[in-house]
């Protein structure tokens, strides 16, 4: 019988340092070869709003399985999550289903783990002011995630709406500065996260200074921005999936075809860089940018830990079906 794990279920047996290393992991598998896995099928079902499937197999660590997911913005005015998502993961021997999660919490956490990787692999090593663009969940999980990669003493933030701005703050667990504007966030910012639902740019090239990292998780949709063409013209530019990032990112897409850049554009996959098969940053000066888009190894690397740490723990709940 398939072992049924809630959010409170995948909350109390996931870390976070756990999942930065663990991405890590997966990042490398990914870019190595050594896991099957299609760029995701979107079904639009509205503007902005879609249906996902993400499958991926790691037959070395015998992980099979899949992540169904939507992205509605609309549930925001409804006080709903606009990611909701459901892992299921398969016996690679006989295809039997061994576990159902809920997979939003997932989605939130491993995404800050894999920005968390870009930052240790990418930023400088004296990076110590952290710019976060948002103040929602991904705001929130990136808040817990970056700072266990590099000791940052200054924290800002900035939002489009001024009470969930304040609210971060507020309820943030660490001091973090309200800043007016974004662009008063990212000046003189070490690392900048860009977590808002923003489908044009909300970060301008002329902001950001010589050896910035930047991170840049939403867009993920080929009609959709949220960088400067500028910015990531001038950027060494790291994705998560070459295959991905020529196939769904906007901020990638649209400028080839404007012909700022061409896909050589593109330096390398994260997962190459933290298998040493690529440079990450090269020098002190250099920008760079992480283009994220969230790859189903991810999702599943960190549903098979919960999976195992639920079983151990004796957590979740047996369902015949």
Request: charged share 20%; net charge negative; proline share 4%.
């Amino acid at each position: 019988m398939p072992l049924w794990l809630t959010e409170s279920d995948v909350r109390a047996v996931l870390s976070t340092t756990e999942l930065i290393d663990a991405m890590e992991s997966a990042l490398a598998a990914l870019s190595g070869g050594r896991v099957v896995q299609p760029v995701r099928t979107a079904i639009e079902t509205a503007d902005r709003t879609f249906f996902a499937l993400m499958p991926a197999f790691d037959k070395a660590h015998s992980i099979l399985g899949a992540k169904l997911v939507t992205v509605t913005p609309a549930n925001f005015r409804k006080g709903l999550h606009t990611h909701l998502a459901a892992i299921s993961l398969f016996d690679p021997e006989t295809g039997e289903l061994v576990a159902v999660m809920d997979g939003r919490y997932i989605t939130e956490v491993r995404t800050a783990a894999a920005s968390a990787v870009s930052v240790r692999h990418l930023a400088r090593a004296d990076a110590s002011v952290l710019a976060i663009l948002g103040a929602g969940v991904q705001a929130r999980s990136h808040l817990a995630a970056l700072p266990c990669v590099r000791n940052f003493t200054e924290i800002r933030a900035w939002s489009p709406t001024a009470a969930n701005l304040q609210r971060f703050v507020a309820e943030s667990p660490i001091p973090v500065r309200t800043a007016q504007t974004a662009e008063e966030a990212v000046r003189g910012a070490d690392v900048v996260l860009l977590a808002t639902n923003a489908v044009t740019p909300a970060i301008q090239d002329q902001w950001v200074g010589a050896g910035t990292h930047v991170i840049a998780i939403g867009a993920c949709r080929p009609s959709q921005q949220e960088i400067d063409p500028a910015l990531v013209a001038r950027a060494h530019l790291v994705v998560d999936s070459k295959a991905a990032a020529l196939a769904e990112s906007g901020d990638i897409v649209q400028p080839i075809r404007e012909g700022r850049f061409t896909v050589d554009h593109v330096c390398a996959e994260l997962g190459e860089i933290v298998s040493g098969h690529q440079p990450g940053r090269r020098d002190q000066s250099e920008i760079t940018l992480f283009k994220s888009l969230g790859q189903a190894i991810e999702d599943l690397v960190a549903a098979d830990l919960a999976y195992r740490h639920a079983r151990q723990s004796g957590r979740g709940m047996r369902v015949d079906l």
